[in-house]
């Protein structure tokens, strides 16, 4: 029961380790973001996230959560003509369950999905009912605009399991 708590401390840890970087330029490479945040301290590793043609989005996972706190301070500075929104990366229900500190496998980013075209008056709960009959959806998020919340069209889906996110 020890080791189980001590890993779920870990667990903890190591979500706050890792930054979401979204709005970026096409032109930002994996290169690139190791530039621009490693200043703040050892980077570890660095996904970009697409689904099609260039990257949306990123994650950024540091050797120390200190290192990804200071890293928030570059929310809002512009990048290839576009200010980074950046913020410490959620806790999904599935890291929640690890129990391990073994860092998150890119491959299973596999079970995200970019769900685009979206009306504004679209909500997260009438979407994980729509795509639930593919599998069990962990994680729903329609993408809103800061100052009035209202959508910007497109929301990301996080199965449980990559078969399920390309059923």
Known sequence: ?????RGEGLAAVESMSTIH????S???????????FGHFGAIVDVRLIAQSGPAAYAFVDFAAPDA???????????????????ELAKNT????????????????LAAELFVGGLSVT?????????????????????????STGVSKGFAFLRFAAVDQARA
Request: glycine share 6%.
């Open 93 to 108: 229900p599935q890291t929640a369950a690890t129990t391990t500190a073994a860092p998150e496998a890119p491959g299973d």
């Open 1 to 5: 029961a020890r080791d189980a708590r």
């Open 122 to 146: 679209t909500t997260a709960e009438p979407l994980r009912r729509h795509f639930s009959r593919f599998g069990n959806v962990v994680e729903a998020n329609v993408a809103t605009h800061r």
């Open 68 to 86: 990804a706190r200071k890293a928030l301070e570059m929310s809002g500075a512009e990048f290839g003509g576009r200010p980074l929104r950046v």
């Open 21 to 24: 970087v979204a709005n970026l």
């Open 26 to 36: 096409p032109a930002v490479d994996q290169n690139m973001l190791r530039q621009i």
